[in-house]
Structure formats: structure tokens, C-alpha cells
């Protein structure tokens, strides 16, 4: 009986237990929906956040946790391999038309470049132009591969705003980045040809010297000329590293000749390029160690030379006593805050000893549009950065873009008319000899005229009498 009881219930409970399954599942799947819903939405607009390379998530928390968390020379090379990689962030703002740049006659998008020395084999080029900068320049590259020196080399100098390192021109030689330039060529091209392969920008190659190479041999700067130039808008023959023993021996004058003369005439030799139309232009970098007497010798030979223009500066090996520090101490070449005044004095002394037409390019401390501006005033067509961005991220060229347009703007100009004012007002100015013979040449143009005023004269006598002869006959 007892048993009889039960079943009843049991069979009766039983609806009951399976009415919150029947009922759940519809909630279940909204839940779902809205999880996953919300994901997606928060994914992308994360995805949008981080592409951005404007976004704070950049400045003030992706690159200060690599900074913190890395040594110096390893957040280096994660940095190029993201941006390698596509997946690095873009700059998604057009440039201001205050930024418009003029090099050599060509049109650039804005004045601020990229210095040499981030991307050392070329591997993420088209990662650095998406971050807005006009001007990418890899290298330092060497003929043979080479390890640089040992490590630890680099050190950041956070209280300083600087860096020391002493890399020593690690590169893996010049047949590996140029499969890598290479590789970029479209197969079916169109405008701009360039070799930036985007329009109103350039890009550089850093021509590096082996370390077992003779000092006072140039061949590795010729080979570099003859290998890069097809692919390159702009070569850049570096003889102011101050990390690759006898280097900057040939920023002496009799070294100094020998080589601007063999690089240019390895330029002239090549032919025309298919990618840009044309030949590389060639400028030369300099130290900002240079005393006013060598930067003075040095003008002088640049301009009896066919170089097209100079960088300004390299790394110093000056210790400023403003450096606070515990890593002022290394050996290495300084970069960033602490180098801008040496650079802006060489560029100012370099600027009034050069003509015109041979334009500089800025490069030590800038980490602002007020830096970038005050270049612009000592002389230099363009400027390039290298510290800040490593301490800024990749937002540093837009927000140096973003300052430079406001400060451009409060003055009522543009780029173009500040480094016309500059470069005009500052040069050096053609001396206008008299040649030995222009008296005579003087005299010799009177007579000329003399002799052509009498002819004239006699023609208008001639017709006069014509004129009364024809009248008599009437």
C-alpha cells in the first residue's frame, strides 16, 4: 500500500522536474546572444582603440609596460616585429597643409622622418609609414652580416629623456635586405614611383661600413651605392657612428673628398632605376661632435662635391652635466634631449656655410612641434626622430604633427615659409666675382650699342630720302 502511494507522486513529480529545463533554455540562449554580443562589440571597439595609434592605451600603458618590463635592445626588436607583423597600429588622420614639405624638389606630405637605426634591416617599413611618418630610413646596413657588439648595449636614460647605445651596426648584410626590399615591389606597379611606394614620401637607406673593413676604405659606402641605389629614393652614407672603430676618420677632410667622389660616381654609373624613374639622391651624416673649424672644412668640401644634402647630427660622445642618470656612465653614442643642443650649433654653423640649394636635415631631441620648429628656423628642410619615439610610441609622429600645425597656425605660416625664410636669410651667399675681362666685355657691349644705333640710323635716313624721293614723283 505504502508503495502504491508513492508511485502516484513519483509519476506526478515528474512534469515538474523537467518544466525548468523547458523553461531555461530560451533564457539561456539570450544570455548567450547578449555575452557574446557584447564580446564582439567589445572586441572591435578595442580593435579600433588599438589601431589608433593616437590612443592612450599606447602612450600610457602598452609602451611604458614594455619599457618597464623589457630591457631596452629586446623592446626594440618586439616593437619591430609588431609592426612587421600589419597587426601595429595606423595614423588615421590626413596631414595638415601647413605640413606640406619640399626636398629636393619633390613634394612631401610632412616634415617629420624617421631616423635611421630603429629598423635596421628594412623589415617594417610599411608598418613605420602607416604611422605617419614622410621619410623612413632603414640601416645602418653593412656589406657582410655582422653581430655588433656584445651585449648588453643599449640604455635608456629615463630621467634624461635619453638613450646611450653602442649597437656597433648589427646588420644581417646587404643581400638579406635587399630580398626584403625586394619583396615589396608590387608585381603589377602604379603611381607614385616611388620607392617608398606611397605617394608624397621617401624612402632611405643608411649605408654602413663592416667593422674588419679598412679604416680608410670607402669600397663598402661604393657597394652600398651600386646594391641600394635602384631601390631607394634617398641613400645616406653614415660616417659619424660613434661605435664602429675609425669611422668618423672620414669625416676628415683628405677622406672626406676620396669618398663623397666615389660615392657620387658610383651614383652617376647606375643606371636609371625601373622602380623610381630616376637615381638615388646621396646625403651625407654628421657628427654633432665636429668642432666649428672641421664643420667649416667640411662645408667647403661638400660643396665642391655632388653630395645632395646633409643630416644633422648623429649621437654625441658628450656627457652633459645635466644628466642625472646611473646610466650616463656607458660608453656609446647619446641620443634624444641631451644631444638637441649639440645638433642645432652644427646645423647653424653647417647652414651658413652651405649654399642654398644643398638642403639639411634636422635630427637630435625632437620630441615636439616647438622642437621641430626650431629646426626649421636654424635651416632644415626636414627633421627626423628616433628617442622620442621609442619613449612616446607610436603615436609620437602624430602628435609631433599635431603641435607642429598648432604652432604653425599661432604664427599665421606654413612649413614651406618658415624654411624659405630660414634657409634664405641663413645660407651662404654666392660671392659675385668679377670676372678679369669684364671691363673690357663692358666697354665692347657700348660699342655694340654705338655701332647698332648708327646702323639704325642709317636705315631711317635711307627710308627718309626714299620716302621724299616718292613724293617728287607723285
Given amino acids: 500500500m505504502l508503495a502504491l502511494r508513492r508511485g502516484p507522486r513519483l509519476v506526478a513529480r515528474l512534469p515538474s522536474s523537467s518544466r525548468p529545463l523547458s523553461t531555461a533554455s530560451p533564457r539561456s540562449a539570450v544570455k548567450t546572444g547578449i555575452y557574446a554580443t557584447a564580446f564582439v562589440v567589445s572586441a572591435g571597439l578595442f580593435a579600433v582603440y588599438y589601431f589608433d595609434a593616437r590612443s592612450a592605451l599606447h602612450r600610457y600603458i602598452l609602451t611604458p609596460v614594455l ?20 597587426l601595429g597600429p595606423r595614423d588615421p588622420c590626413s596631414d595638415d597643409s601647413r605640413l606640406k614639405s619640399e626636398f629636393l624638389g619633390n613634394q612631401i606630405s610632412n616634415p617629420i622622418g624617421l631616423a635611421a637605426g630603429f629598423d635596421k634591416d628594412g623589415e617594417a617599413i610599411d608598418g613605420l609609414f602607416n604611422l605617419g611618418f614622410s621619410w623612413v630610413e632603414i640601416g645602418s646596413v653593412t656589406p657582410k652580416p655582422q653581430p655588433g657588439n656584445p651585449k648588453p648595449r643599449v640604455f635608456r636614460l629615463l630621467e634624461d629623456s635619453g638613450l646611450i647605445n653602442r649597437y656597433g651596426f648589427p646588420s644581417d648584410g646587404h643581400t638579406s635586405v635587399l630580398a626584403r626590399l625586394r619583396a615589396r615591389i608590387p608585381t603589377f606597379r602604379q603611381t607614385p614611383g616611388n620607392a617608398a611606394l606611397r605617394p608624397e614620401s621617401v624612402l632611405a637607406v643608411n649605408l654602413g661600413k663592416n667593422k674588419d673593413s679598412p679604416t680608410d676604405s670607402i669600397d663598402d659606402f661604393v657597394a652600398g651605392v651600386r646594391n641600394f641605389g635602384p631601390y631607394a629614393d634617398v641613400l645616406v652614407v ?8 675609425g669611422l668618423r676618420g672620414l669625416q676628415n677632410r683628405d677622406l672626406l673628398e676620396k669618398l663623397l667622389d666615389g660615392v657620387t660616381k658610383a651614383r652617376d654609373n647606375l643606371p636609371v632605376s625601373d622602380l623610381t ?10 657628427s654633432p661632435d ?7 672644412d667640411i662645408a667647403d668640401v661638400i660643396r665642391n662635391s655632388k653630395i645632395d644634402g646633409v643630416i644633422v647630427s648623429n649621437t654625441t660622445i658628450q656627457r652633459p652635466d645635466s644628466l642625472v642618470s646611473s646610466n650616463k656612465t656607458e660608453l656609446g653614442g647619446l641620443s634624444g634631449a641631451p644631444v638637441k643642443p649639440y645638433s642645432l650649433k652644427a646645423l647653424r654653423i653647417l647652414r651658413s656655410h ?10 637630435g631631441g625632437i620630441s615636439s612641434g616647438a622642437d621641430a620648429l626650431e629646426y626649421a628656423k636654424a635651416g632644415a628642410s626636414l627633421v627626423q626622430v628616433y628617442t622620442a619615439f621609442g619613449y612616446d610610441g607610436v603615436g609620437a609622429c602624430r602628435r609631433i604633427k599635431d603641435q607642429l600645425s598648432e604652432e604653425l597656425e599661432r604664427e599665421g605660416t606654413t612649413w614651406t615659409q618658415v624654411v624659405k625664410k ?15 675681362k669684364s671691363h673690357e666685355k663692358g666697354e665692347n657691349n657700348i660699342s655694340q650699342l654705338i655701332a647698332d644705333a648708327e646702323h639704325l640710323r642709317a636705315m631711317l635716313d635711307t627710308l627718309d630720302k626714299k620716302i621724299e624721293t616718292e613724293q617728287r614723283l607723285v
Fill in 277 to 286: 624613374s630616376t637615381r638615388p639622391r646621396l646625403l651625407l651624416k654628421l
Fill in 354 to 363: 652651405l649654399p642654398s640649394s644643398i638642403p639639411l636635415i634636422g635630427c
Fill in 422 to 436: 630660414a634657409v634664405d636669410e641663413l645660407s651662404l651667399k654666392a660671392e659675385i666675382k668679377p670676372s678679369p
Fill in 67 to 86: 619599457r618597464h618590463a623589457l630591457d631596452a635592445e629586446l623592446g626594440h626588436k618586439i616593437a619591430v616585429k609588431v609592426l612587421k607583423s600589419g
Fill in 290 to 296: 665636429l668642432d666649428e673649424a672641421q664643420i667649416i
Fill in 238 to 245: 653614415n660616417v659619424s657612428s660613434p661605435n664602429t672603430p
